[in-house]
């Protein structure tokens, strides 16, 4: 059965940091995209970027350019989504989600990563 | 980048037909696959359509997508609606470098 399963919520302060999971399981972890979605409260899904965990390859939306990093290490069936100096403005639900190719869809979802930033 | 703009909310009645449509702003939207995504409140989304027209398994065929060439856009359809297809839904496609989702359009069945 294929699984992605995240990393529980978290409570930051702005300007601290932080490195939130995704761990795949039950296919060939190397052979699927990973990508980030975010979705802040109340509002729409925004494609942050992906990841080929099997070469690394990582694109960015360009809207998260610089904002954050995402990394994956393939000896764990891990991705990860870190922030350097968090902002208020990450306060978000943070999906991690599968893709065949960057062309497909998003077939399989985690659960979600709750973030919470404030003061 | 391109954008796909989706209406804000449709609403119908159980037993009816609804279309929620997706236009994108620049790009043919013939030339780059696109999916659609159900979401309930406090779950993930999931698949309803992808590769413009096709349906997951165990996705009802009461749900259907194609694409207009003409208007730029692409459409979901949801026939026989139930009350258990009130949920938001977005559509999703990709150029060469970016992938863009629409901003959601939340579907109510009264």
């Known amino acids: 059965e294929v699984q992605l399963v995240q990393s529980g919520a978290e409570v930051k302060k702005p300007g601290e940091s932080l490195k939130i999971s995704c761990k795949g399981s039950?296919?060939?972890?190397?052979?699927?995209?990973i990508g980030w979605v975010r979705q802040m409260p109340g509002k729409g899904l925004e494609w942050m970027g992906i990841?080929?965990?099997?070469?690394?390859?990582?694109r960015y939306s360009p809207s998260f350019q610089g904002q954050v990093t995402i990394s994956a290490d393939k000896s764990i069936n891990t991705a990860y989504l870190q922030w350097s100096s968090l902002k208020a403005s990450d306060t978000a639900m943070y999906y991690c989600?599968?893709?065949?190719?960057?062309?497909?869809?998003?077939?399989?979802w985690g659960q979600g990563t709750l973030v919470t930033v404030s003061s | 980048n391109f954008m796909l703009t989706q209406p804000h909310s449709v609403s119908e009645s159980p037993g009816k037909t609804v279309t929620i449509s997706c236009t994108r702003s620049?790009?043919?939207?013939?030339?780059?696959?696109v999916q659609w995504y159900q979401q309930r409140p406090g779950s993930a989304p999931t698949t309803v359509i992808y590769?413009?027209?096709?349906?997951p398994s165990g996705v009802p065929d009461r749900f259907s997508g194609s694409i207009d060439s003409s208007s730029n856009s692409a459409s979901l359809t949801i026939s026989g609606l139930k009350t258990e297809d009130e949920a938001d839904y977005y559509c999703q496609s990709y150029d060469s470098s970016n992938q863009v989702f629409g901003g959601g359009t939340k579907l109510t069945v009264l």
């Open positions: 039950g296919y060939s972890f190397t052979s699927y995209w």
């Open positions: 990841i080929y965990p099997g070469d690394s390859d990582t």
């Open positions: 989600a599968r893709q065949e190719e960057v062309t497909s869809d998003f077939d399989f």
């Open positions: 620049s790009g043919s939207i013939a030339s780059n696959y």
């Open positions: 590769e413009d027209t096709q349906r």
